[in-house]
């Protein structure tokens, strides 16, 4: 079964129709990446499964529907997405950001708490993001790639079954995107994954699949392998 099951997408902003009418069914401990032109319809679609903008169709999740219900409750039922820029609070160390994000940060001495009282879900994320070094390190003087780790392993700590991803690499140097995708795969061992991505080499690199937009609608859905091969595709990216 499907994890995530979305049929007869559709997003109008006055009159104009963002996303197409899109079918897309994600498997659980899929690495999916979605790609596609600039304004293809790729951050709308996120947008409309996480309940940020209205939608018509379904995107169901485990089997339940997602549209129309408000933001929050959908955060709750597993689903959670990072943003091109990383929201994590520059102030806060790592630790505590991680804290809050697990919901443990409503008292104070939960923030003055002592390393050997990491709870165990916190530690494990800190672990799996390689952040573990840096616990006590202010957010704010985190590197940009170090930033989106720490925010992915928010998602982690409140358990987030599906992490939506909005071009996790940008601005990433090679490195810091060769240890994102090995995270990324190491993740989608235990939870599902899907990539808005703008970089090819990143995509070929990593992607277990891949479904490119065009215009609002699937233009091509496979491996990578098969994508690449699809003269619909080339037609698109003719040129990139
Ligand atoms: P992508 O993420 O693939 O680059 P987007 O989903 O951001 O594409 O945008 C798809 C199309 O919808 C674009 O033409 C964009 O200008 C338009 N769009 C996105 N958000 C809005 C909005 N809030 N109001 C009007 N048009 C929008």
Do not use: C
Request: hydrophobic share 45%; glycine share 10%; charged share 25%.
């Amino acid at each position: 079964m499907s994890e995530l099951e979305i049929r007869g997408l559709r997003v109008t902003f006055d009159g104009f129709t963002a996303v197409d009418g899109v079918d897309l069914d994600v498997a659980p401990g899929d690495l999916r990446f979605l790609i596609g032109p600039n304004g293809a319809g790729k951050t709308t679609l996120v947008d409309a499964v996480t309940g940020l903008v209205k939608a018509a169709g379904s995107a169901k999740f485990g089997g339940a529907e997602l549209l129309g219900r408000p933001v929050h409750r959908i955060a709750r039922s597993g689903i959670g997405r990072t943003f091109q820029t990383a929201t994590v609070f520059e102030e806060l160390t790592v630790l505590q950001n991680l804290d809050i994000a697990a919901g443990a940060g409503r008292s104070m001495w939960t923030m003055l708490r002592r390393r050997k009282d990491v709870p165990e879900a916190v530690a494990r994320a800190m672990e799996t993001v390689g952040l573990t070094d840096l616990a006590d390190s202010p957010a704010g003087t985190l590197a940009h790639g170090q930033k989106q780790w720490l925010e992915i392993g928010m998602l982690l700590v409140q358990d987030v079954k599906l992490l939506l991803l909005d071009e996790p690499v940008a601005g990433m140097s090679h490195d810091e995107r060769q240890a994102t995708g090995e995270l990324l795969q190491r993740i989608s061992e235990e939870r599902t994954v899907v990539v808005i991505e703008h970089d090819m080499d990143f995509m070929r690199s990593f992607a277990r699949s891949v479904s490119v937009l065009h215009a609002g609608k699937v233009l091509s859905e496979g491996t990578v392998a098969q994508v690449q091969a699809d003269p619909k595709v080339q037609e698109v990216y003719l040129g990139h």
